[in-house]
């Protein structure tokens, strides 16, 4: 975390309100986590679940009384859908989704499906002020830093303006997340040309070329999402989703068919023993998990999503993300600039 | 190619005209293919582009009795987009769509610039009768055979009746291309289930799921595309060709990192060494040039569109499989599924 929190002031730092049940790995892995955060990451944390489970894992830990557990006794299933948090008020999410609303904890975390959390966020969170929809923010593993891209998954079906305004949320993340002084944004299209796209697109680069306090530098494509040639990607959620499982399952591919080719011979066997270990940092470093999970902005409270299959590790990197971007009043600066992007476009 | 050409018809077999002005490399690689189909592949062709150009050319390979050439003294630059083929007429290309139209010759392949190319097919060839929008079909490198994905970017607006016809189209090619008896069809989308996706493809999924002769499986999301779990995709243009980027992308990022990983220790280096002619075997299989280029369906001929920076063995491929398309009737296979589906259409 950034910037320097006296001891004075440290007591009062909300903590993270962790779902405890959300995750294939839920609750062990996610109490394993939380204990990771507390004592590793010195990150406040409230796990939200089922109490007796959560009893007996942090026993485990003998962390009883170091981490305070919030009673839900209900769950989201991974396979529940968005409708699922209209069916159930009390789940772990939704509780977890109340506690930063009355302002008992600075921001969410949870590993429950997608879908579930999202909707959950929006129905308990709500939307901040001017905002017309949130966006699911995921890292990409470019260097040296990761770059963002945005609609990830929230909005299958977006107008123009909330690209715009993606661009808005991409770029606060960017600032408060990665340390970026002037994030240089760019509209995911199918040429590089201005005219080239959907009429959505179209539409966007137009809009997007007349806002100020964005460093628009116009259309990519899909073969620059790793190339670090701009730091946060705007595209609709269809479109970002779609892309983001393709990247996550031609990089699966592309190892999966080195493994193979390298197996097919004994001497290439040999090699690749030699490789190892450089292979392990390199899996690390593609590792979803190490860099803390995907956040829902533009809610009034940060929710990071961290992936379904997450271990102690992620849970306690997601934990550390969601507290550096509550630190940093990254909601705050949303409201900023939308407000600001919001006035300058009525005087228009 | 199958199937069995007797001598008796052998002279009467219609050759792919080859726009030899398009492409990185041209003309000189463009003829070196030629001389390639010809020979080795025994794939007639006819050359079309610029006569004193081509002479040389076919010189070299002292091929200048094998290969006719018909003259088109304009051409399309690489960076020249869709409209430049309505200013020129006369075009390579455009000569090339030209024969096909006029019964002289049985495709068309080109390795010019994606755009000019599919403007100038719908332009010259026009759609075919009941085909709303021509597509663009490419292989994706999955194993035993690829999997079809279309359309990769010949439209980036699309209505959900588009995305049924463009499943008519994927199987008429799975068909034709890959031999495939009851290809499997998969909806691009952001979820497995029926409601999951935008509204146009949740109204396609409906409009897929009632299609007869289509083997509609259902939907499939982004990292399943090099997992051969269909035989066909279906995705609207914008979403194809972005995907189909970020899976070249990756896949080139992935042996980057790797590379790289190699290079960084001495005895992960020696490693690499030990693999390196296995290494070469994979990069081969990967190689979009040796499944011959994408294939623009929908038109009253066919037009294969190699990449732009093919050489001669691509150029090669190419040109053997705009024959062999052509030799299978693909353009009467599509034209019977098109107007079966449009009465079954009309009937309800």
Same mark, same amino acid.
């Given at each position: 975390?950034?910037? /320097? &929190?006296?001891?004075? !002031?440290?007591?009062?730092v909300?903590?993270?309100?962790?779902d405890?049940?959300?995750g294939?790995n839920?609750?062990?892995?996610i @109490?394993?986590?939380?204990?990771?955060?507390?004592r590793?990451?010195?990150?406040p944390?409230v #796990?939200?679940g089922?109490?007796r489970?959560?009893?007996?894992?942090?026993?485990?830990?003998?962390?009883?009384?170091?981490?305070?557990?919030v009673r839900?006794? +209900?769950?989201?299933?991974?396979?529940?859908g968005a409708?699922?948090? =209209?069916r159930?008020p009390?789940?772990?999410?939704?509780i977890?989704?109340h506690? @930063?609303?009355r302002?008992?904890a600075?921001?969410?975390v949870?590993? %429950?499906s997608t879908?579930?959390?999202v909707? &959950? $966020?929006?129905?308990?969170?709500?939307g901040?002020? $001017?905002v017309?929809?949130?966006a699911? &923010?995921?890292?990409l593993?470019t260097?040296?830093?990761?770059?963002?891209?945005l609609?990830?998954?929230?909005?299958?079906?977006t107008?123009p303006?909330?690209?715009v305004q993606?661009?808005?949320?991409?770029?606060?993340y960017a600032?408060?997340a =990665?340390?970026l002084?002037?994030?240089?944004v760019? #509209?995911?299209?199918?040429g590089?040309?201005p005219?080239? $796209?959907s009429? =959505? /697109?179209?539409?966007a680069h137009e809009?997007l070329?007349g806002t100020? $306090?964005?460093d628009f530098t116009?259309?990519i494509?899909?073969?620059?999402?790793l190339? %670090?040639?701009?730091?946060v990607i705007?595209t609709?959620?269809? &479109?970002?989703?779609?892309t983001?499982?393709a990247?996550e399952?031609?990089?699966?591919?592309?190892?999966?068919?080195?493994? +193979?080719?390298?197996? +097919?011979?004994r001497?290439a066997?040999v090699?690749? #023993?030699l490789?190892r270990a450089?292979?392990?940092?390199?899996?690390?470093?593609?590792?979803?998990?190490?860099?803390?999970?995907?956040?829902l902005l533009?809610?009034?409270?940060t929710v @990071?999503?961290?992936?379904?299959?997450?271990?102690?590790k992620g849970?306690?990197?997601?934990c550390e993300?969601a507290?550096? !971007?509550?630190?940093?009043?990254?909601v705050?600066?949303? %409201?900023?600039?939308i407000?600001?992007a919001?006035?300058?476009h009525?005087?228009?």
């Amino acid at each position: 975390m950034n910037g /320097v &929190t006296p001891d004075s !002031l440290r007591s009062r730092v909300l903590p993270v309100a962790l779902d405890a049940m959300g995750g294939d790995n839920a609750p062990d892995e996610i @109490v394993a986590g939380a204990v990771q955060a507390v004592r590793e990451r010195g990150v406040p944390v409230v #796990l939200v679940g089922q109490p007796r489970a959560l009893h007996q894992a942090l026993l485990a830990h003998d962390a009883v009384s170091e981490i305070p557990v919030v009673r839900a006794e +209900e769950a989201l299933a991974m396979d529940e859908g968005a409708l699922a948090s =209209l069916r159930r008020p009390r789940s772990s999410i939704a509780i977890a989704c109340h506690l @930063v609303r009355r302002g008992d904890a600075a921001a969410v975390v949870s590993a %429950g499906s997608t879908a579930g959390v999202v909707a &959950t $966020g929006r129905l308990r969170l709500r939307g901040q002020q $001017g905002v017309m929809r949130p966006a699911i &923010t995921v890292p990409l593993p470019t260097r040296p830093h990761p770059t963002v891209l945005l609609d990830a998954g929230a909005n299958a079906d977006t107008k123009p303006e909330m690209l715009v305004q993606f661009a808005h949320l991409g770029v606060a993340y960017a600032e408060t997340a =990665l340390g970026l002084a002037r994030p240089r944004v760019g #509209l995911l299209t199918i040429g590089a040309e201005p005219e080239k $796209g959907s009429k =959505l /697109v179209k539409r966007a680069h137009e809009l997007l070329s007349g806002t100020s $306090g964005i460093d628009f530098t116009g259309n990519i494509e899909g073969d620059d999402l790793l190339t %670090g040639k701009v730091d946060v990607i705007v595209t609709d959620g269809f &479109t970002g989703n779609v892309t983001l499982k393709a990247l996550e399952g031609s990089v699966r591919y592309a190892f999966g068919q080195l493994r +193979e080719t390298i197996n +097919e011979s004994r001497l290439a066997k040999v090699g690749g #023993l030699l490789q190892r270990a450089k292979l392990r940092e390199l899996a690390a470093r593609l590792d979803p998990e190490a860099h803390g999970g995907a956040v829902l902005l533009g809610l009034n409270g940060t929710v @990071v999503i961290a992936h379904g299959s997450s271990r102690a590790k992620g849970i306690a990197a997601a934990c550390e993300l969601a507290a550096h !971007l509550a630190a940093q009043g990254i909601v705050s600066r949303i %409201g900023e600039r939308i407000a600001s992007a919001n006035k300058s476009h009525r005087r228009r």
